[in-house]
């Protein structure tokens, strides 16, 4: 038997192969018994009969759950890290987190479920602009009283074709955006900064 004396007992049950829903995965009983209370520990670290732990044919334990999912939790155990790729749903890898009792990872997941729904339900952002004209005297004043959430964008000089009176007044287009946010559907309640400037106008005139 020069193959026994090739793998002894202790370095064979080191390793644990696992048949996951058809797909095998080995690692090693070190990395399954990571989490004491979890499934998996119980399955390789507690052998006993009360579990009843099912093989196939090669010796590998039977877990009748979707492989795909398994990778990100046997990583995890692995490493500590949480990594999900793109085309699996992180709902998926949250079912077998609790499925295989890890706690830790069960609440790394919802984390990351969390902040992806905040990410999806803002969607992608978009932005209102406003163009608005005012004169040279009424730039820093309008700039420095622009409401909550608007931004500068640019100013463009559209010379002085205006004559308020009888200065002449250089005359600009002043561009800003803000982001618009799915509550309010794009209605913007306020009266624009257009208006206000105008109504300033009007009552000195």
Known sequence: GSAGALS???AASKWVRLNVGGTYFVSTRQTLCREPKSFLCRLCCQDGPELGSDKDETGAYLIDRDPTYFGPILNYLRHGK?????ELAEEGVLEEAEFYNIA???RLVKERIRDNENRTSQGPVKHVYRVLQCQEEELTQMVSTMSDGWKFEQLISIGSSYNYGNED???FLCVVSRELN????GIVKEPSEKAKILQERGSRM
Do not use: F, R
Request: hydrophobic letters at 40%; proline letters at 11%.
């Open 82 to 86: 949480l990594i999900i790729n793109k």
């Open 8 to 10: 002894p007992p202790a």
């Open 104 to 106: 830790s990872l069960v």
């Open 169 to 171: 007044q250089a005359e």
């Open 182 to 185: 799915n509550s309010t559907n």
